[in-house]
């Protein structure tokens, strides 16, 4: 299989939403007690096809999660909505996280666990059906959903790619 072209938006030029996913109170463990801080995973979407996520750590909880869109913003991805809804059946994997997710009819809804919901709805879909298996950790389950949702092509990308015309890739 070829390589993916993985298509990087500028977050300058969207407007943003960011959403929380996760946040946890973290300890080092010093020879004067415990420091505690706190780590933020923060997904950002346009809720039209952008979507990144990001990770802030800091000592306040406001400033974590500061930090975490920041990074969302850094490393944004287009993925392809058809009528609300996603092209094709994917499967994503990031580490021990594998995520299902399927088209589904209009009316549907988004049927998805926690972290998978926040990354699907960034996006901007809003018909799908999805699984998570593997590993619940809310790092993985975001990483391995937004995996499966940059290996996703829609009609005209596999036209293009193949060098034919669109009717020939749904008529063979």
Partial sequence: ???????????????????????????????????????????????????GYGL?????????????????????VKVPVLNGTVPHEQIGKFSGGF??????AVGTGVIAGGAMRAVLESAGIHNVLAKSKGSSNPHNVVKATVDA???????YTVAQHRGVDLNKVFNG
């Fill in 99 to 104: 995520v299902l997710i399927k088209p589904a």
């Fill in 1 to 51: 299989m070829s390589t993916i072209n993985i298509k990087r938006v500028k977050s300058s030029e969207i407007e943003l939403k960011d959403r929380l996913v996760s946040i946890q109170r973290v300890a080092k463990v010093t020879k004067g007690g415990r420091t505690f801080s706190f780590s933020a995973i923060v997904v950002v979407g346009d809720e039209n096809g952008v979507v």
């Fill in 149 to 155: 949702l940059t290996k996703m092509r829609d009609a």
């Fill in 56 to 76: 802030g750590k800091a000592k306040e909880v406001t400033e974590a999660i500061a930090k975490g869109v920041d990074d969302a913003k850094k490393n944004l």
